[in-house]
């Protein structure tokens, strides 16, 4: 019996799908715990792709039941496509996925106020998603955000969101000057969409005390990454839940006392999309060749992703807020054909050298990254059938990023396939 955590190591976008895809054929339930539609988890096999932005990726390898759990902030209508797209893959959802009921709704107008909050940002927008994630975060903190279960609830959830409406028209039409809402047409367009969800949406965390209590294998799918955690991360540029290790369990209902690991997951190099800091953001050539070898444009967005080096003080930031005890190292076959790879060790800031991942706004603003610089393999990671057919300059690059943050390199990712994948 295991329940692993599954985390981004780094701002997102690190392959968590895959990885998550490829560990669910040994678990009983794959959970998301946090985020929402924001999140693009990529996964491939016989030769298909898909991109799943809500369902866990667990649902395409075995028979792992997938949880949508109460953390989640759910666009139903985002839902509903999705649903389509993965029976159409073939996989039936039927006694398999479920959704928990408390798990908040994200509404028309949680995407309206997304986008005219980050028109009103000007050059600070965060450069969000423009999903709806904040918003919806915003109402459920507020106390006044609408849950799966009120979906199912007509004359309660009408009254809710004609409530809810008349507020966000007075902040729209008043403070950005934009035009109202139609609570109508936000009531009309959800009846189908309720009709469609009503099977999945249950109590699922009583579903999870159960199955750890009958020694179920669980793996909780984090979205986003540890550094756009809303209280770790690079705030204010940053996502509105918690992707970290505390996060999983605040959004699934099990215990803390009840996860056995927690693996990061990171790139053999970094990316971020959307604004914020980036210490070591390449503008150069060396970014654009990492951009292009890597096909690094936003799952969700398509937007291109700001790329650079591996960044160390960063990553053991993340290894320690997690508890990390294992590492998966994702496209490692990106650097193939580099004559040389850098990684940052330390950052200099205001003319110190320091190897701590500071927390205060604004301080990774003018940090100068110090990188150590290794030698490329000039072969394709793709070959290796094992760890130990890796080339020894692989190894050493690896070796060094275990040295360094104390967690251990088990899974690594060598190509987007489910089989371009090394256990050691
Ligand atoms: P939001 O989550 O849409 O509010 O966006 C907040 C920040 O998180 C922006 O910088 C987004 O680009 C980033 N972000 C949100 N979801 C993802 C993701 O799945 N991968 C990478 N970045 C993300």
């Known amino acids: ?40 988890h990529t996964i491939k096999f016989d030769g298909k792709e898909i991109v799943l932005h809500l369902i866990p990726s667990g649902i395409f390898n075995g028979s792992a039941k997938c949880i949508i759990g109460n953390g989640v902030v759910i666009d139903p209508n985002a839902l509903v496509d999705e649903i389509d797209e993965v029976e159409a893959f073939g996989s039936d959802l039927k006694d398999r996925f479920y959704v928990s009921g408390s798990a908040h709704v994200i509404l028309p107008y949680h995407k309206i106020l997304d986008q005219v909050r980050e028109k009103s940002r000007g050059k600070d927008a965060i450069g969000t998603t423009g999903r709806g994630i904040g918003p919806a975060y915003v109402s459920k903190v507020a106390r006044v955000g609408i849950r799966m279960a009120d979906l199912t609830n007509g004359a309660a959830l009408e009254k809710m969101v004609r409530s809810n409406v008349t507020e966000i028209n007075k902040a729209l039409t008043h403070v950005h000057k934009e035009p109202e809402i ?159 790879i850098q990684v940052c060790t330390h950052y200099e800031i205001n003319g110190k050298k320091t190897d701590v991942y500071p927390v205060e706004t604004g301080a990774l603003d003018h940090v100068k990254p110090i990188y150590r610089t290794f030698g490329g393999w000039s072969s394709s990671c793709r070959d290796a059938k094992s760890y130990d057919q890796l080339p020894n300059e692989v190894k050493t690059y690896i070796s060094f990023i275990e040295e360094y943050t104390g967690s251990r390199c088990s899974i690594i990712s060598t190509g987007p396939g489910r089989t371009e994948t090394l256990i050691r």
């Open 1 to 40: 019996m295991a329940t692993k955590i599954i985390i981004g190591a780094q701002w997102g976008d690190e392959g968590k799908g895959k990885i998550v895809d490829h560990l669910s054929k040994d678990a009983d339930f794959v959970v998301r715990y946090q985020g929402g539609a924001n999140a693009g």
């Open 182 to 340: 139609d609570v109508d047409e936000i009531l009309n367009g959800l009846n189908p969409v309720i009709e469609r969800l009503k099977p999945y949406i249950c109590n699922t965390t009583n579903m999870l005390h159960q199955a750890i209590a009958s020694g179920k294998n669980i793996i909780l799918e984090g979205a986003q990454g540890s550094l756009l955690d809303i209280d770790h991360g690079t705030y204010p540029y940053v996502t509105s839940s918690s992707p970290t290790a505390g996060g999983a369990c605040v959004g699934s209902g099990i215990p803390p006392t009840s996860i056995t690991n927690a693996i990061g997951i990171t790139k053999a190099y970094s990316t971020r999309v959307g604004n914020g800091p980036y210490p070591t953001e390449l503008f150069d050539g060396t970014g654009e060749k990492l951009r292009k070898n890597g096909a690094e444009f936003g799952a969700t967005t398509g937007r291109p992703r700001r790329c650079g080096w591996l960044d160390l003080v960063a990553l053991k930031y993340a290894v320690n807020l997690n508890g990390l005890d294992q590492l998966a190292l994702t496209k490692l076959d990106v650097l193939d054909d580099f004559d040389e």
